[in-house]
């Protein structure tokens, strides 16, 4: 069974600091991983996914994400933080192999940028 | 692209009725559209995974008579919770992905907040 690790329930940063949202994997075999950000009262978007390929992934509104194998980790990256970046982050992984296509998520992560 | 959306965005409703969710793929054939339900300030758990012309597959503990899943087009998928008590009230989302695979992103509804009276 695989299973995703959001450590922080709450990250706060300064607005134009940079900002990391962490996230850990256990999972058989290779992951697909996945994040996604929520805003008050609506559904998931999806920022970026890792499947295979260069360790770091570019994706929506300047983050990025660097899958790191010996560390089993998939940590969300910003160079600097916007206060409209303030959501709930989730981290999700799905197996590579098998018929099993279901996302598993992090507990999620409340990320505060400041002004 | 790949928008999804769901209808009603929020509803309430009395103890013992039933209540239907849509969950519709505006711009693309959604083979397999996916049922989740989260509570305040926790994470999205799967109930339930369906696929378009094929009986839904429920996660383990959720009660495949209570929460009635319907996925009669490539394009919309329902949600029915029937005979709705107050543990129900909860946000329900539904996602859509163009095929089954697990490499696939899945495209996110905006939710539906039930609230069971």
């Avoid at chain 2, 989260?38 to 429920?58: D, V, W």
């Avoid at chain 2, 495949?64 to 029915?80: E, Q, R, V, Y």
Wanted: include cysteine; charged fraction near 15%.
């Amino acid at each position: 069974a695989q299973s995703v690790a959001q450590p922080e329930d709450q990250v706060n940063v300064a607005e134009g600091n940079p900002l990391t949202v962490k996230c850990t994997y256990s999972v058989s075999g290779n992951p697909y991983l996945f994040w996604y950000v929520q805003y008050p009262n609506r559904g998931l978007q999806f920022l970026l996914k890792y499947i295979t390929g260069d360790n770091l992934v570019k994706g929506s509104y300047g983050f990025e994400a660097e899958f790191n194998k010996s560390q089993t980790s998939f940590h969300l990256k910003k160079p600097s933080a916007l206060v409209s970046d303030s959501a709930l982050y989730f981290c999700a992984v799905s197996p590579l192999s098998g018929s099993a296509r279901q996302l598993t998520f992090g507990s999620g992560t409340q990320l505060t940028v400041l002004p | 692209g790949a928008v999804v959306s769901q209808h009603p965005s929020r509803v309430i409703c009395k103890s013992g009725t039933s209540v239907k969710i849509e969950c519709r793929s505006l711009d693309f054939q959604a083979t397999t559209m996916f049922w989740y339900r989260q509570f305040p300030k926790q994470s999205l758990m799967l109930m339930a995974t369906s696929n378009e012309g094929s009986k839904a597959t429920y996660e383990q503990g959720v009660e495949k008579d209570k929460f009635l899943i319907n996925h009669a087009s490539l394009t919309l998928s329902t949600l029915t919770v029937t005979s709705a008590h107050p543990e129900d009230s909860s946000f329900y989302i539904c996602s859509a992905s163009w095929t089954s695979g697990p490499q696939d992103t899945q495209y996110f509804g905006p939710g539906t907040r039930l609230t069971v009276l």
